[in-house]
């Protein structure tokens, strides 16, 4: 299985699984719809990290084991070098680089976001969370609509927000953005 949201997908069916738990169960639980549940959970469809999140916190697993089958295990500190933090591509549009995978207990996610240009009229994709994060653009620029309002982020620009804000981004100018995303 090389599709990465399968191999998501599989992770997310063998926790419930083993939790003995139902999608409405895990649904509940999440503060997410079943039907949102379920389709992340059948592999065909996009998966937030934002939902992965609330799973993962929900049941006290780490974010890395459902995105990357990996437990992190690193307790004083980690290292993750230039260009080689564990990656997935939720989409052909989206692909997250942990920087902190190998770290147990963390208390944020701090990932490399890297968002491809889609077409002036695809609506962007909105998510929610429980917690803060931080975004700093390293390249390109970036339109980020949060709970109604839209703000233009440049290289070097950052913002902290609230993360239960319906927020989402899209890349400007048809560029790759590449921005630090951390997720507390």
Sequence with gaps: MDDPIKQI??????LREVLELTPK??????DISEDEYLQAESGNADISVSMLQKVARTYGVALE???FGEEPKMSSYF???SGKGTSIERTQAY???SLAAG????VADPFIVTVE??????PIQYNSHNGQEFNLILE????ISMDGKELILNEGDSIYFNSKLPHGMKALDGKTVRFLAVIM
């Design 117 to 122: 240009p889609k077409s002036e009229n695809e």
């Design 25 to 30: 169960d895990i649904a509940n639980d999440c």
């Design 95 to 97: 692909k997250y680089q």
């Design 140 to 143: 390109g620029r970036m339109l």
């Design 65 to 67: 084991a459902l995105m």
């Design 9 to 14: 997908a599989e992770r997310l069916r063998g």
């Design 79 to 81: 290292v993750t070098r």
């Design 103 to 106: 770290f147990r207990n963390r």
